[in-house]
């Protein structure tokens, strides 16, 4: 699999549009996502994924409100549904890939005065992590 034939399943823009940002990702305002067409990684899968999972819920899933002191549900509602798109694929991403945004999103609950304790999926996710 390349990270084009990953890009055509899920309708990400890999070039030929004009914008220039390809390489590390963009989200257009219409909540089109821009990948570079480069060598197939799990890393460069997961980035892929993350910008995908961003648009979504930025532009198309009226659930959530996108204010800054949910980043850390974010973090985490992103990097879930990232895995979710790879094993739909058939490809399993390594905990590890996700152990800064995990650190991070712990960090932001704390800050937010959130305890992850009472958020079961979020809190094991967290300390995976650890």
């Known amino acids: 699999m390349t990270i084009h034939e990953a ?3 899920y309708g990400i823009c890999t070039g030929g549009c004009g914008l220039p940002d390809h390489w590390r990702g963009v989200i257009d305002p219409f909540g089109v996502v821009h990948y570079a067409n480069r060598r197939f990684t799990r890393r460069a899968l997961r980035n ?6 961003k648009a979504r819920r930025e532009h198309s899933d009226p659930r959530f409100l996108n ?3 949910y980043d850390w ?3 985490w509602w992103d990097n879930v549904m990232a895995y979710e ?8 991403l390594p ?3 996700s ?3 995990r650190l991070r999103c712990r960090q932001q609950a704390r800050r937010a005065g959130i305890p992850l304790s009472t958020r079961s999926a979020i809190y094991k996710w967290v300390h995976d992590a650890i």
Do not use: K, N, S, W
């Open 99 to 101: 152990r800064l945004d």
């Open 67 to 69: 204010i800054p002191e």
């Open 85 to 92: 798109l790879a094993m739909d694929m058939g490809v399993r």
């Open 48 to 53: 892929m994924l993350l910008l995908l999972a």
């Open 95 to 97: 905990a590890r890939l």
């Open 73 to 75: 549900y974010y973090l």
């Open 7 to 9: 890009a055509t399943i």
